[in-house]
């Protein structure tokens, strides 16, 4: 079935330090692909999103661009703060017995420290 | 606007018991997805309900059993409890049967720790 697999965490930066979280999926058709993030005690939240390959998902300073040629969806940040110190995880969604579902990495988790 | 709400919090079972949790969505979205975190892991899909059908089923043993009622609620239930079953439930909800088209928007979930 379909996967998704990302680099194992905790990853701990400095501030304003670049951020990278590989993420690599298999799937039998051309799902679309999210990052979604968990702040400490709260939901999950969708971070950004891309539905096609080479779209460019951003938003709040991340990005992510859907490579089908190496089946990635890394993320990354040019200046990390304090603030971004949460779980992220790596998701794509897929049809199953008539509806969509999604399918989640196992998550990384970054302590962003002054 | 209220965001999807959960209840209970947290809870405690033993094994053997049944547990119902409940989900509200956000206002007007009619599709409504459960799905488990077990701590250290990422979220599994359990079901998935779109206009009070069941639309799609994770790979979880038939103790596990969810409705959607008329209003768009749902709700999840589990029988006989197993000490496995501890986890982070996850209800989220979303304007259309599919994920493709949009976000799914996550509740903060419902601790369950089967003792």
């Known amino acids: 079935g379909n996967s998704v697999t990302q680099m194992e965490g905790p990853v701990t930066l400095s501030e304003e330090a670049f951020l990278t979280i590989n993420c690599t999926y298999t799937?039998?058709?051309?799902?679309?692909l999210f990052w979604y993030v968990q702040y400490p005690g709260e939901g999950l939240q969708l971070l950004l999103k891309?539905?096609?390959?080479?779209d460019k998902g951003s938003n709040k300073g991340f990005e992510a661009t859907y490579r089908k040629e190496t089946t990635s969806f890394h993320l990354e940040k040019g200046s990390v703060q304090v603030s971004d110190s949460a779980v992220y995880f790596c998701?794509?969604?897929?049809?199953?017995?008539?509806?969509?579902?999604?399918?989640f990495g196992t998550g990384t988790q970054l302590k962003v420290e002054l | 606007d209220a965001g999807v709400t959960q209840s209970p919090t947290h809870l405690i079972k033993t094994r053997g018991q049944h547990v119902t949790l409940r989900c509200s969505p956000i206002?007007?979205?009619?599709?409504v997805s459960w799905y488990q975190q077990v701590l250290g892991q990422g979220p599994q899909f359990i079901f998935q309900?779109?206009?009070?059908?069941?639309?799609g089923r994770g790979n979880f043993p038939d103790r596990f059993s969810a409705r959607q009622f008329p209003n768009y609620s749902s709700e999840l239930n589990v029988n006989a409890l197993l000490l496995g079953d501890s986890a982070l439930y996850l209800c989220?909800?979303?304007?259309?049967?599919?994920?493709?088209?949009?976000?799914?928007?996550f509740g903060e979930g419902s601790r369950l720790t089967v003792l």
């Open positions: 998701a794509l969604s897929e049809w199953s017995g008539g509806g969509n579902k999604l399918t």
């Open positions: 891309a539905t096609k390959a080479d």
């Open positions: 206002s007007g979205h009619k599709s």
């Open positions: 989220a909800s979303s304007l259309e049967g599919t994920v493709n088209t949009g976000e799914l928007f």
């Open positions: 799937a039998t058709g051309y799902p679309s």
């Open positions: 309900y779109y206009e009070k059908e069941e639309r």
